[in-house]
């Protein structure tokens, strides 16, 4: 194998766990599903007197991360008149984790673009083994970033770093967005995560399997 193959074998290495990792990012903290069990099994609503029980909390978030809310507003009921729920630091926290989100379907809607580009460049040179190789220099790389992200999430300087990179302005006192997004909550999200990507893996593994199969004569 030639240089130029190489280097394609480690480019849809790479893609294959990107695209696997960065996919389940965006269907994790997209859907309702991981807030509503968060806020409902939390019971957010009898800590925080809001104007919607806790699954609709959570297909509010799910809306927000969405982009089908434009804004983080919810108001709620004290001494007989609406108050805002979320500040404005807390808006802005939410927003950066909104955009980080959405740069990260960036990265991934080209990271899938040029794996497809050098699936094709495999399968037309039909060097369909060769591609198989790739994928599982891929399943490698995958495990080694869940390995890595999962060490380096129980280190705690290591977590805060990631919580500041998401929520970049420290949260006052009174916020109430602390009581709902807690640790509990992003370490479900890391176990989410993986769970979800691993399937995207299988499915990804299916999909290369059937395309690099070695043709048989008689089945």
């Not at 509503?36 to 104007?51: A, G, P, R």
């Not at 290591?158 to 640790?183: K, Q, S, W």
Request: aromatic fraction near 14%; proline fraction near 2%.
């Amino acid at each position: 194998m030639g240089i130029a193959y190489r280097i394609l074998t480690i480019i849809v290495a790479v893609c294959i766990s990107v695209v696997a990792i960065l996919g389940a990012c965006n269907i994790v903290f997209r859907m309702p599903d991981l807030y509503v069990y968060e806020f409902t099994s939390q019971e957010i609503s009898s800590k925080i007197d809001l104007n919607m029980q806790d699954d609709e909390l959570g297909h509010f978030f799910s809306d927000f991360m969405r982009g089908k809310e434009k804004e983080l507003e919810l108001s709620s009921e004290y001494r007989d008149r609406e108050q805002d729920v979320f500040g404005t630091i807390e808006q802005m926290n939410m927003e950066n984790a909104r955009k980080l989100l959405n740069h990260s379907l960036y990265i991934l809607i080209g990271t899938l673009l040029a794996a497809v580009i050098c699936y094709a460049i495999f399968l037309w040179k039909k060097m369909k083994y060769e591609l198989r190789l790739a994928f599982k220099g891929g399943v490698g790389v995958f495990i080694t970033m869940q390995v890595f992200l999962h060490i380096t999430f129980n280190i705690d300087a290591v977590r805060a770093f990631y919580y500041n990179v998401i929520f970049p302005i420290t949260f006052g006192a009174d916020d109430a967005l602390p009581t709902m997004l807690t640790e509990r909550f992003a370490r479900l999200c890391v176990f989410a995560n993986s769970a979800v990507a691993f399937v995207i893996l299988i499915i990804l593994a299916s999909v290369t399997w059937r395309m690099t199969k070695p043709r048989r004569m008689f089945w």
